[in-house]
T-cell receptor
């Protein structure tokens, strides 16, 4: 069965600090897709990234970077030089190939203090 | 380029009543998925509609039903409302097959059952 675990319920850091959000997943499929979404207080889920299981390259987008490691079934998300606007709940999610149901972690609430 | 839209934004209903929520997908998208998000939790998949048919369903009772129209918009109907149905209902759209695994979300409808 597929499962996504975000062990960090809440993280609080001071602005400009780097912060890493952890995501561990379980799946029996060899082909799957991993996602990160951001949910600000307004409630709308904002797509951040999709990573395919066959592509283990890390990705960097501005202050955001993602570290995908199949050996440890992890897909961690790092924000460099955090800003107050980064405050939100961040969700990691998984879809198996041929399935259309996103399986979600419980989310990590990130608080960036000025 | 219009994103995913949902209506209404907020809704208050009484136990036992019925409710209909509406969703218009992002331009170019033909698939609509519905999720329920209880406070402090990750979203839970309700079902997905493609070509006006329910393609996949999560673990929700038959009180939850849906419909997709020829213009790809969708409705979520919930009958015999329970207090536990209070949640944020999120609609997500995607296009099949090329973007089947990348879902874009609307702002949600917050349903309160009293």
């Amino acid at each position: 069965a597929q499962k996504v675990t975000q062990a960090q319920t809440e993280i609080s850091v001071v602005e400009k600090e780097d912060v890493t959000l952890d995501c561990v997943y379980e799946t029996r499929d060899t082909t799957y897709y991993l996602f990160w979404y951001k949910q600000p207080p307004s409630g709308e889920l904002v797509f951040l990234i999709r990573r395919n299981s066959f592509d283990e390259q890390n990705e960097i987008s501005g202050r955001y970077s993602w570290n995908f490691q199949k050996s440890t079934s992890s897909f961690n998300f790092t924000i460099t030089a955090s800003q107050v606007v980064d405050s939100a709940v961040y969700f990691c999610a998984l879809i198996e190939d041929g399935n259309y149901q996103l399986i979600w972690g419980a989310g990590t609430k990130l608080i960036i203090k000025p | 380029d219009a994103g995913v839209t949902q209506s209404p934004t907020h809704l208050i209903k009484t136990r036992g009543q019925q409710v209909t929520l509406r969703c218009s997908p992002k331009s170019g998208h033909d698939t609509v998925s519905w999720y329920q998000q209880a406070l402090g939790q990750g979203p839970q998949f309700i079902f997905q509609y493609y070509e006006e048919e329910e393609r996949q369903r999560g673990n929700f009772p038959d009180r939850f039903s849906g419909h997709q129209f020829p213009n790809y918009s969708s409705e979520l109907n919930v009958n015999a409302l329970l207090l536990g149905d209070s949640a944020l209902y999120l609609c997500a759209s995607s296009f099949f097959p090329g973007g089947a695994y990348e879902q874009y979300f609307g702002p949600g409808t917050r349903l309160t059952v009293t």
